[in-house]
């Protein structure tokens, strides 16, 4: 994992900076961006939050001293296992619900780059796990592609937020 530490070390950085920021942000404007119903904006803040999370906790378990590939694949597989469940029953409720925000279609749509990502996670701790290849490459590109997929979430969660300001 050493030629891997500094990536882990500046992703997981970031992710963290990122959801401190985020917290931030929602903590005040909780009213507007956690508000239950069509006009609420919940689901993207979770999805957002979740995202970064799991960035960080796969940077974490990147950076943990004298891991075994198996072993970090092992753990990986087991910390985003549940949570892969949870993304897809997020996208499911995102489409049977109606928003004031978009069609169902679209917040259903918003979950496919964080299911990408999940689904990348799992292949690759799977092989890591299972296999013992080393897909540590497709690891990194899922948490590139879970961070990217955050950050967008944020920023449509900040605009939501603007903008219902602005309706005020």
Known sequence: MQTWFNFYAVIGAVAATLTGLLFVALSMNAAA????????????????????????????????????????????????????????????????????????????????????????LIYSAVGMALVGKDTRDTLAAASIVLLFSATEKAWKLLNRIAAAERAD
């Not at 940077?59 to 092992?74: E, I, K, N, V, W």
């Not at 990986?76 to 004031?100: N, P």
């Not at 925000?101 to 964080?114: C, Y």
């Open 33 to 120: 961006a956690l508000g239950r119903g069509s006009t609420g904006s919940r689901r993207l803040a979770e999805q957002a939050f979740e995202n970064y999370l799991a960035v960080l906790m796969v940077a974490l378990l990147a950076l943990f001293p004298d891991m075994t590939l198996p072993s970090f694949g092992r753990v990986t597989l087991l910390v985003t296992g549940g949570w892969t469940v949870w993304v897809v029953v997020r996208a499911y409720q995102a489409a049977a619900e109606r928003s004031a925000h978009e069609t169902r279609l679209a917040a259903f749509r918003q979950h496919l780059a964080t299911m990408i990502g999940f689904g990348l």
